[in-house]
């Protein structure tokens, strides 16, 4: 009887440790704009992309789990050719960014701001965690949100039409 006392303790700890994501944005939901300029000096406005579905990634240059994301987004990027890539990179500064990007071979928008984790960007889409990507489709809503390679294959493939799979 008293295993039953403790396993349920147990299991009451683990419940409270256990809190489901609430995320700031649900898929439907407008993306936030963001206004800025790349680490090449290019201007941007997200609500004014001619882009049909962009992919906004969150990323620090100092994440494994970001490389390898970032890695297999660039393998499988001739699937991807009709997404806008925009990426906002932790990092000490945007030297560094240009240099990962280059290692990275990583076409697309790259933005660096000193803020970090305080820059617009992360707290507008409540980032806590590297990589974070949200898909936006033609009309600048989230479509969804994905935290590794696996989840975003499965969000691009479950907006897929049936005839084009």
């Known amino acids: 009887m008293r295993y039953k006392g403790i396993l349920g303790l147990l299991l ?10 609430q995320y700031l944005h649900q898929p439907g939901d ?6 800025g300029v790349t680490i090449d000096g290019t201007p941007y406005h997200l609500l ?3 882009a049909e579905k962009i992919i906004v990634c969150f990323w ?3 994440c494994d789990y970001c490389h390898d994301f970032l890695r ?3 393998r499988h990027r001739c699937r991807l050719k009709d997404y806008e890539l925009v990426t906002f990179v932790l990092a000490d500064d945007p030297d560094q960014v ?3 990007v280059k290692k990275l071979r990583l076409k697309g928008l790259h933005f660096f701001d000193p803020a970090g984790w305080d820059s617009a960007p992360f707290l507008d889409y409540d980032v806590n965690i590297t990589p974070t990507v949200v898909l936006i489709d033609q009309d600048k809503n989230i479509v969804g949100e994905a935290f590794d390679w696996d989840e975003f294959k499965s969000l691009i493939e479950s907006l897929q039409e049936p005839n084009s799979r």
């Open 12 to 21: 009451l700890t683990l419940a409270s440790l256990t809190v489901k994501a």
């Open 30 to 35: 407008k993306a936030p704009d963001f206004e």
């Open 48 to 50: 004014e992309s001619q």
């Open 60 to 62: 620090s240059v100092d």
């Open 72 to 74: 297999s987004f660039r």
């Open 98 to 100: 240009r240099k990962e």
